[in-house]
């Protein structure tokens, strides 16, 4: 079920599975058995087959599970996070990952950022039928409590950690899932801020240079959700010469136009309400993000 919700919306969905039965150690973390118990008892007895969508307990009613990401999936949100130093040597196996956290909205926040590693295609006869397991909870690094991180408004914050896989794990299927999320739970809701997910050799051989380039520009979008359009604000080192793209999560292009005195209108004409994606470039430096247009 959760492949499939994940196919249905490409790059826009970052998920894992926790595996909380020490019964099955192929499968099983002990740190996604501390992060579970941290959510209210349900119905009186903990069960599997529970979905937390952004951190809000969806339970077991798998018939929601899809329109309600969907619908998540059209809130904007004021949290990007962006891999700036993240790097993995597969020599020895260890990496670090580097993540800047950035608060565009108006209020501060206090969370925590969770670096969780994740397997997929691991093929395992689970006793409720599924067979083949992927997003896998492997590790929480430093642990399942992540890294505190307080971002005001407007304000930026750098997580630093390190992390080693382990000899049994098959490289060429790991991902690294990072997620800004709160600590105090709020009914049956720990409320997640933003997420991401990247194949760990996305991050082989990755230089200085490159790394240092992703701080050298910074986007801003407002409206954001649009009606009929919005403005681009480019900002740092690398703003002045930038090309902005807009595209559908399939991949079709859309528009694509040059920023002008680091800013540049966006309309909405001819298209339908609905998500698509940017991406700004300049030289080397990247910044990719959400637009959400309504009617």
């Not at 130093?85 to 926040?109: A, K, W």
């Not at 929480?140 to 407007?154: I, M």
Request: charged residues 15%; glycine residues 8%.
């Amino acid at each position: 079920m959760l492949d499939q919700i994940t196919r249905n919306y490409p790059g826009q969905v970052a998920h894992l599975e926790w595996h909380v039965n020490s019964g099955y150690p192929m499968l099983y973390s002990a740190e996604a058995r501390s992060k579970w118990f941290v959510y209210p008892n349900e119905g009186g007895y903990y069960y599997y087959g529970t979905l937390y969508a952004d951190g809000k307990s969806l339970y077991r009613n798998s018939g929601s599970w899809n329109s309600y990401i969907g619908d998540r999936i059209l809130v904007p949100s004021d949290v990007s996070l962006t891999h700036i130093g993240t790097t993995y040597d597969p020599s020895t196996r260890n990496g670090q990952v580097q993540v800047e956290c950035y608060n565009s909205g108006s209020s501060s926040i206090s969370a925590a950022l969770q670096v969780a590693i994740t397997e997929d295609s691991i093929r395992y006869n689970a006793p409720n039928g599924d067979q083949l397991h992927n997003g896998v909870c492997r590790d929480y690094v430093p642990n399942q409590n992540g890294t505190a991180v307080t971002l005001a408004a407007g304000g930026y914050d750098t997580v630093t950690v390190s992390y080693t896989l382990q000899s049994s794990w098959i490289e060429e299927n790991v991902n690294l899932v990072v997620y800004l999320q709160k600590t105090n739970l709020q009914g049956d809701t720990l409320a997640t801020y933003q997420g991401s997910s990247r194949d760990v050799l996305d991050f082989t051989g990755v230089e200085e240079s490159k790394l240092l380039a992703a701080r050298d520009l910074r986007v801003e979008v407002s409206p954001n959700p649009c009606r009929t359009g919005c403005e681009f604000t480019l900002s740092g080192a690398a703003a002045q010469h930038a090309r902005i793209t807009v595209y559908t999560p399939d991949g079709r292009l859309v528009s694509s136009q040059d920023a002008a005195a680091n800013k540049a209108l966006w309309s909405r004409a001819g298209l339908s309400r609905g998500i698509y994606l940017y991406r700004v470039n300049a030289g080397t430096a990247t910044a990719e993000g959400k637009l959400v247009v309504t009617d």
